[in-house]
């Protein structure tokens, strides 16, 4: 795939490449975006992308990619976005993104990912949105986005997940999204979003939560969930809060008060 021309933008999509090989692009090549979807691309060599200086855009979506690992991508220090999306990753190796420290923008959704590690995504200390939504997760380490200090949006709906560790997002007062539907979830402890709530009541810009369609149950236990509802730290997507936290003014006083904050769990039925 050796590529001469002068050229900012290429796209090789819908081809038959199942390999990206070392140095296949040409030092002549100032290309920014790379464009490589729907292919038959399993794997990517060492240096693959080792003249591609100037890469900011890279998507790989809809290909045959299995593991990622800590060569692929090295290269790549100035990218700001990558498409991951619709492979059949199952695992990706510690320090597989490390080099991207511009990364802004990951997507990793509609692949086989089942557990991310504590440093699964160390590096990407600018990182935007982290796209996870329709994997197979049910283990998220406590400390996986820990370094991910500029995080504003996270999406894992449509996953196996039963439980988040009280300190998942701890440390990361950006997060504005957070979109955990369709999951298995029991309960969710205040801690997970405390970060960001309190920033939040700071900037006047609620946290967007979404926990529809999780086999989580009603109990008094909602009640910090209300109180960051009232004091517009707490935005529910599209505007669907629980039932039992609808504005209900006996539920209000007679369980919650005013300004208490009981117990740091929620417990919830959303449809």
């Not at 695992?91 to 089942?114: A, D």
């Not at 920033?199 to 979404?210: A, F, G, I, Y």
Request: aromatic share 8%; with cysteine; hydrophobic share 40%.
């Amino acid at each position: 795939m050796e590529i001469s021309i002068d050229i900012t933008e290429l796209i090789l999509d819908h081809n038959n490449i199942h390999v990206l090989p070392a140095n296949g692009f040409s030092e002549k090549c100032h290309v920014e975006f790379l464009l490589i979807d729907h292919n038959l691309i399993s794997r990517i060599l060492p240096l693959a992308f080792s003249c591609l200086r100037s890469l900011q855009k890279l998507s790989l979506e809809n290909n045959s990619l299995v593991k990622l690992n800590d060569s692929m991508f090295m290269e790549l220090k100035h990218l700001s976005f990558l498409k991951l999306s619709e492979n059949s990753i199952t695992y990706i190796q510690p320090y597989s993104f490390k080099g991207l420290q511009h990364l802004r923008t990951l997507w990793l959704e509609s692949n086989k990912l089942t557990r991310l590690d504590a440093k699964t995504f160390f590096g990407l200390k600018e990182l935007r949105k982290i796209y996870l939504s329709n994997n197979k997760l049910h283990t998220v380490n406590a400390l996986t986005f820990r370094h991910l200090t500029s995080l504003e949006e996270i999406l894992l709906d449509n996953n196996r997940l039963e439980v988040l560790a009280n300190d998942t997002l701890a440390g990361l007062n950006k997060i504005k999204t957070v979109n955990l539907h369709v999951n298995r979830l029991t309960t969710l402890h205040k801690d997970v979003l405390i970060a960001a709530l309190n920033h939040s009541r700071e900037s006047d810009e609620p946290v967007k939560l979404s926990l529809r369609a999780n086999p989580i149950q009603c109990n008094l236990s909602l009640c910090w969930a209300k109180i960051e509802e009232k004091q517009k730290a707490l935005e529910w997507d599209r505007g669907m809060s629980p039932n039992c936290i609808n504005y209900n003014q006996r539920w209000d006083v007679d369980f919650c008060g005013y300004g208490m904050n009981q117990s740091p769990f929620i417990n919830l039925v959303l449809s």
